[in-house]
């Protein structure tokens, strides 16, 4: 167990870092963050900074033993630089790898009973056309690794686009469409002592491969997906080992809950525990790789929407703050750029 005054170190420099390191020392503890960036707004709040390449050792192992347990606030920190010092990483590096790679994801969540869109590796064109024949269209072709936000993607409509997409220099995976009637997340903590605790699941919708609306409760026809979907979610975190918050996100189709991608870290559809739940995910996630007893999880309102500020809309974010259900999160970043998350906003509707 971390005691108060511990330091704990954050590989990632953005919001999601910025929003662990908030929760950290409502704690009473201290965090060292380790970016790349040098205008890191989570680098803002913390009580030190590294500024350095993921690939550094030596600055990777200055900051491992300045640090008494490490975490990740994004999955697209390279796994093999960090192998000397993860024994102090929570969570572990296994499930940093998985959750960074996309084919090792979907195998992954198959090998437990999960149920993936329809994939295949792709390589070349020649890989791209037999998966194209195989899966048919529209489908769509993802980078295996670093793609988020939509970016690193291309929706497919017919054989013809995928004749005249120039393939990145990198393995990719081309997934078939999945017809769905809702989206929806599942996120949980799993404490040191392997004890699980949820959240609600919110519903979700995405515009241009980026969150842009979680809201509580879901739909009737989602809601009765979740439970089959947590089962899975609890089977990922258990073969993992993991410690930490675990964010799964799934298609309600008419089979079932289909799995789509797990985050081994806080997630952007979990913001609204902040104000929404009588723990937030970023609490639990301090708690949990702390050794620190797990926070009760329970929605505290009647009704929640989240929504995200993309680029300029944060510029006048603040009259959202006329709204009494509103509570205003912006994240501090200096330029507002197209696609960009920049801040949030949660409305809440208590109970009664």
């Known amino acids: 167990m971390l005691q108060p005054g511990g330091t704990i170190g954050i590989l990632g420099g953005g919001q999601l870092g910025r929003m662990l390191a908030m929760a950290a020392a409502q704690l009473g503890f201290r965090v060292h963050i380790y970016t790349p960036e040098r205008d890191s707004v989570a680098a803002e709040v913390a009580h030190d900074a590294t500024i350095a390449p993921f690939t550094d050792p030596l600055a990777l192992g200055r900051f491992a033993q300045a640090c008494s347990v490490l975490t990740f606030e994004f999955e697209n920190v390279p796994a093999g630089p960090l192998g000397f010092i993860s024994e102090r990483l929570a969570p572990n590096l296994r499930a940093l790898e998985v959750a960074q790679d996309r084919l090792k994801e979907k195998r992954f969540a198959e090998s437990l009973g999960g149920r993936p869109a329809p994939f295949a590796s792709v390589d070349s064109p020649a890989d791209l056309a037999r998966a194209v024949e195989r899966i048919g269209t529209p489908g769509i072709l993802k980078t295996a690794r670093e793609g988020y936000d939509g970016k690193g993607q291309w929706k497919l ?12 220099q990198r393995t990719c995976v081309y997934e078939g469409m999945v017809r769905f009637h809702g989206e929806f997340s599942v996120i949980l903590v799993r404490g040191q002592d392997g004890e699980i605790r949820f959240w609600d699941s919110t519903e979700n919708r995405h515009d241009d491969g980026i969150l842009a609306r979680s809201h509580w409760p879901p739909s009737a026809s989602v ?27 799934f298609f309600a189709t008419e089979v079932g ?34 050794g620190l007893p797990l926070g009760d999880t329970s929605t505290i309102a009647r009704r929640i929407e989240m929504d995200n500020l993309i680029g300029e809309e944060a510029l006048t974010a603040h009259r959202l703050l006329a709204d009494p259900h509103a509570h205003l999160h912006l994240y501090g970043k ?19």
């Open 257 to 290: 809950p289909v799995f789509n991608e797990m985050a081994p870290r806080v997630h952007n559809s979990g913001h609204w525990t902040i104000e929404g739940a009588a723990t937030s995910q970023f609490e639990n996630h301090i708690r949990a790789i702390c």
């Open 157 to 168: 409509a017919s054989a013809r686009d995928a004749d005249a997409v120039r393939l990145p």
């Open 334 to 352: 200096r330029e507002a750029r197209e696609g960009r998350k920049m801040g949030h906003v949660t409305r809440v509707w208590p109970r009664g």
């Open 223 to 249: 809601a009765a997906q979740v439970e089959p979907a947590r089962g899975l979610a609890a089977r990922i975190a258990g073969d993992l080992g993991y410690v930490g918050v675990l964010s799964v996100e």
